[in-house]
Each structure stands twice: as C-alpha cells, then as structure tokens.
C-alpha cells in the first residue's frame, strides 16, 4: 500500500506541528478507522505523543491520501459516534 501526501497535507502538518512519519504510522497501522459519513472520508485516529490525532483520508486500490489532520478527543468521537456522523469500518 502505497501513501500520496499531498503538499496540502505537508502544509496542513507543517501549520500544526505534526510530524509526517506519525501521519503515515496511523494511516498506515491504525486499528481505529472510521466512516465520516458527512464528509464522506475514511478516518484514522492514533497517537501523537500524549494527543490523539484524527486524519482524515481517501482510499484508492493500493493508494491512501491523507487530506488532513486535526487533534481530536475521546469525547469529540463518542459525540460522533452517537450522532451516527461516523461508523466504524
């Protein structure tokens, strides 16, 4: 499986402090994926050092495309959970 960082997500990384090979790490291995059914985007949260960090990707055969990254809270995903805005894949 192939990982296509875009230079929008290096610059949305960059903005925020996250670190890329994190970014590929939890895109890559996460067991913590979920469907964004507002957006329409593959989701994929991991750790960040103490931070959960929740990014955002498109799934294509053997290419992911993560379009972006943001921090995120166990509440913030429950929430999301609960309003049916995300499944689990």
């Known amino acids: 499986m192939h990982i296509l960082c875009t230079d929008y997500m290096r610059y949305r990384a960059a903005l925020r402090g996250f670190d890329l090979a994190v970014i590929e790490r939890i895109v890559r291995y996460s067991t913590e994926r979920y469907l964004d059914h507002v957006t329409g985007s593959h989701v994929a949260v991991g750790p960040q050092g103490k931070i959960q ?3 955002a990707y498109e799934a294509e055969e053997n290419v992911i495309t993560p379009i972006t990254a943001h921090v995120t809270t166990r509440a913030q995903i429950k929430a999301r ?3 049916g ?3 689990y894949e």
């Open 53 to 55: 960090l929740m990014i």
């Open 81 to 83: 959970l609960n309003s």
């Open 85 to 87: 805005r995300f499944t």
